[in-house]
């Protein structure tokens, strides 16, 4: 998990959303229905109004949702952060947790 402090259960939850899609997704693929997870970093947003970095416009992040619906995607990475950690996500929890702090540092330098 990302080392900042108070956030692994957001994280959690996220990671909780995650799967429940994937299990929805299988449990409603008989029926023709199309279930798209949508996956983001920041968006602009008052939620995240504390975080001085590059976040995605909330109409960007539609945007990709609407394209990701439309192209029949069962997942959209709407912004380069969530692009980065799906690409980890084979990694050993020890890489994956060097290479997310290296990110988070980096994200985080001003």
């Given amino acids: 998990m990302v080392r900042v402090k108070g956030a692994?259960?957001?994280?959690?939850?996220?990671?909780?959303?995650?799967?429940?899609?994937?299990g929805v997704r299988l449990e409603l693929a008989e029926q023709g229905t199309l279930v798209t997870a949508v996956h983001l970093g920041l968006a602009d947003t008052d939620m995240a109004a504390g975080w001085p970095v590059?976040?995605?416009?909330?109409?960007?992040?539609?945007?990709?949702?609407?394209?990701?619906?439309?192209a029949g995607s069962a997942e959209v990475l709407a912004d380069q952060w969530s692009r980065d950690v799906k690409s980890r996500l084979p990694l050993t929890p020890e890489e994956f947790n060097t290479e997310m702090?290296?990110?988070?540092?980096?994200?985080?330098a001003t």
């Fill in 8 to 22: 692994n259960a957001y994280h959690l939850t996220k990671a909780a959303a995650w799967a429940m899609t994937n």
């Fill in 101 to 108: 702090d290296r990110a988070m540092a980096a994200l985080t």
């Fill in 54 to 70: 590059d976040k995605i416009t909330p109409s960007d992040l539609a945007d990709a949702a609407l394209d990701g619906v439309e």
